[in-house]
Structures are given as C-alpha cells and as structure tokens.
C-alpha cells in the first residue's frame, strides 16, 4: 500500500475512533468543570473574607433597639486589603465567565 492510500475504514475502527474521541470529549469536560469549580471557590473564599470585614457588628437586639452603626467607616483590615480582596475577587470572577463563554 502507498502512503497517499488510506486504511480501509471498518466498522470496527469507525466505532473505536468514536469511542476515542468520546473519551477525549468527556476529559475536555471533566477538565474543565474542575478549573470552574476551583475559580467559583476562590472567589467564594475572597467573598467571605470581604463580608467578614463589611459585616455589621452590632447585636440583633442593638439592631432592633436602633443602634447606629459607628462612624469610622474603615473596614477592620484596612481599605489597601479590601481593596486588594475586592480585585482578587473581580479577577477570579472575570476569569470563570471568560471561561464558561469560551473566550479564553
């Protein structure tokens, strides 16, 4: 047989190539499912830390018996750190969406 001539394709071949690319196509996916879930963590992660800092100290009953919140307005970490957390967080969110619409 000359190399310009192809392999007779067999219903035997046909069905393993199939089943190949099946595999191929379930790893892509598996993979990837993987790398969206490990960036939904991580910005689930970054969230909290956030909300941490942004949460309202006072007591349920301090809430009810209206209780102003204090005045200083600077989160417990200091603005340079949420700062910083609040980009880490747009980053990882940009990168799943950029991610699960096939732009990347």
């Known amino acids: 047989?000359?190399?310009?001539e192809e392999?007779?394709?067999?219903?035997?071949?046909?069905?393993?190539?199939?089943r190949r690319e099946l595999e191929r196509a379930?790893?892509?996916?598996?993979h990837f499912r993987a790398v969206a879930a490990?960036?939904?963590?991580?910005?689930?992660?970054?969230?909290?830390?956030?909300?941490?800092?942004?949460?309202?100290?006072r007591t349920p009953d301090e809430i009810l018996n209206g209780?102003?919140?204090p005045e200083d307005g600077i989160p417990?970490?200091?603005w340079d750190e949420l700062?910083?957390?609040l980009y880490l967080l747009r980053h990882y969110l940009d990168y799943s969406k950029r991610l699960c619409d096939g732009s990347i």
Request: charged fraction near 35%; aromatic fraction near 4%.
């Open 1 to 4: 047989m000359r190399d310009s």
């Open 7 to 18: 392999a007779p394709i067999t219903a035997g071949s046909r069905e393993e190539h199939t």
């Open 26 to 30: 379930n790893a892509q996916m598996r």
């Open 38 to 57: 490990s960036l939904v963590n991580e910005a689930l992660k970054v969230w909290a830390e956030i909300w941490r800092v942004c949460e309202d100290r």
């Open 67 to 69: 209780k102003t919140e």
């Open 76 to 78: 417990a970490c200091g």
């Open 83 to 85: 700062r910083q957390k």
